[in-house]
T-cell receptor
Framework: DTAVSQTPKYLVTQMGNDKSIKCEQNLGHDTMYWYKQDSKKFLKIMFSYNNKELIINETVPNRFSPKSPDKAHLNLHINSLELGDSAVYFC????????????FGAGSRLTVL | GQQLNQSPQSMFIQEGEDVSMNCTSSSIFNTWLWYKQDPGEGPVLLIALYKAGELTSNGRLTAQFGITRKDSFLNISASIPSDVGIYFCAGPPKTSGSRLTFGEGTQLTVNP
């Protein structure tokens, strides 16, 4: 039933490791996003995909690589994790690009030790 | 960079009190959105505003789109403990295309 689901919800890992977070939406939306929420709760967009095509790529280190196998899935792979990558990562979707009503997942809390 | 100033950053109130928070920007917005984030969850849309001057209610919540299109406020009347959470304003600055910008959030604590 969950509209936007992301896994895992919690991820604890060592510096230098590579990890992935998966996201799936069953809303039939065309556009998906990754947001990062830091310790001060500030939400910042990282990437946006529309029907598998990259639309927005903010100034994010290229250690972060999104992949969209189809319009219902947007995964985030992070290489060579650093301490500063610790945050909560939110997946979201909207009906189309430019539609500003986003549906968010529950978040994935990444802790890098 | 950050274009939305949200205040206050935090509020501690007693159950039953009314709450007001606002968002201002140096840029013109075509849409204002108010989201609420419960602990351990993602933000959920409360109210969407699409026209300058628009006043919209959702239960005990009321939000307005400022006439200048550079501000918005959210009021919560007769607060209850489950109103606890972080409230975010958001919108796409006219210059940003489809990029949604979020305010810094207002952390609301309601004491029973």
């Amino acid at each position: 039933d969950t509209a936007v689901s992301q896994t895992p919800k919690y991820l604890v890992t060592q510096m230098g490791n590579d990890k992935s977070i998966k996201c799936e939406q069953n809303l039939g939306h065309d556009t998906m996003y990754w947001y990062k929420q830091d310790s001060k709760k500030f939400l910042k967009i990282m990437f946006s995909y529309n029907n598998k095509e990259l639309i927005i790529n903010e100034t994010v280190p290229n250690r972060f690589s999104p992949k969209s196998p189809d319009k219902a899935h947007l995964n985030l792979h992070i290489n060579s994790l650093e301490l500063g990558d610790s945050a909560v990562y939110f997946c979201a979707s909207s009906q189309q690009t430019g539609a500003n009503v986003l549906t968010f997942g529950a978040g994935s809390r990444l802790t890098v030790l | 960079g950050q274009q939305l100033n949200q205040s206050p950053q935090s509020m501690f109130i007693q159950e039953g009190e009314d709450v007001s928070m606002n968002c201002t920007s140096s840029s013109i917005f075509n849409t204002w959105l108010w989201y609420k984030q419960d602990p351990g969850e993602g933000p959920v849309l409360l109210i969407a505003l699409y026209k300058a001057g628009e006043l919209t209610s959702n239960g005990r919540l009321t939000a307005q789109f400022g006439i200048t299109r550079k501000d918005s406020f959210l009021n919560i009347s007769a607060s209850i403990p489950s109103d606890v959470g972080i409230y975010f304003c958001a919108g796409p600055p006219k210059t940003s295309g489809s990029r949604l910008t979020f305010g810094e959030g207002t952390q609301l604590t309601v004491n029973p």
